[in-house]
């Protein structure tokens, strides 16, 4: 089974200032989806980039943007120009064409004034 | 209106009770999903559908029950709950089918039922 696996619980930065948070997965598959949602103290998750593996550019969405590593299986996300609103818990999340969504445990970012 | 509803909002219960937790969404999607939130574990799959008359089990399926009563309902119910029951869970809706053009494989979240069972 797919596995998705973030390695830093808690992270913080300075407002402003450029953040990296981390996720690798396994899988055997060749033709896949990666995601990085966000969810605010509000509970709602909310949809911040998307991957498709197939594609070799990648994605970036305003202020955030990927390093797809496809070989390594690993799927960063980097957050530039931190603001206060970034504060939320950041989940990684997997998927295969047909298939459920796996998530990783999540990261605690918190941005500090 | 939120194209994904759930309902309650928030639910305390007492150990033993049966709680019906209920989804509805607009999206005209056919997959529907039920996850659970749990501190230090992410998001996790208890069952999912992806019509009305097919339902799977996901990872952590046990103690719990769905009904998929039209292609846009779809309800989780603990039949007698337990306190490791409590939880954050997430109803979600999503289209992959290649037909429709729109292969991009995400999911659409409803805002969450946080449930407490005492």
């Known amino acids: 089974a797919q596995t998705v696996t973030q390695s830093q619980p808690e992270m913080s930065v300075q407002e402003a200032e450029t953040v990296t948070l981390s996720c690798t997965y396994d899988?055997?598959?060749?033709?896949?989806?990666l995601f990085w949602y966000k969810q605010p103290p509000s509970r709602q998750m909310i949809l911040v980039i998307r991957?498709?593996?197939?594609?070799?550019q990648n994605a970036t969405e305003n202020r955030f943007s990927v390093n797809f590593q496809k070989a390594a299986k690993s799927f960063s996300l980097k957050i530039s120009d931190s603001q206060l609103g970034d504060a939320a818990m950041y989940f990684c999340?997997?998927?295969?064409?047909?298939?459920?969504?796996?998530f990783g445990a999540g990261t605690r970012l918190t941005v500090k004034p | 209106d939120a194209d994904v509803t759930q309902t309650p909002r928030n639910r305390i219960t007492k150990t033993g009770k049966r709680i019906m937790l209920e989804c509805s969404q607009t999206k005209g999607h056919d997959r529907m999903y039920w996850y659970r939130q749990d501190p230090g574990l992410g998001l996790r799959l208890i069952y999912y559908s992806f019509d009305v008359k097919d339902i799977n089990k996901g990872e952590i399926s046990d103690g719990y029950s769905v009904s998929r009563q039209a292609q846009a309902k779809f309800s989780l119910s603990l039949e007698s709950a337990i306190p490791n029951q409590t939880a954050l869970y997430f109803c979600?809706?999503?289209?992959?089918?290649?037909?429709?053009?729109?292969?991009?494989?995400?999911?659409?979240f409803g805002e969450g039922s946080r449930l407490t069972v005492l």
């Open positions: 979600a809706t999503s289209d992959l089918r290649v037909s429709s053009g729109s292969r991009t494989g995400e999911l659409f």
């Open positions: 999340a997997y998927r295969s064409p047909y298939n459920d969504m796996r």
């Open positions: 899988t055997s598959e060749s033709d896949y989806y």
């Open positions: 991957q498709e593996a197939y594609k070799q």
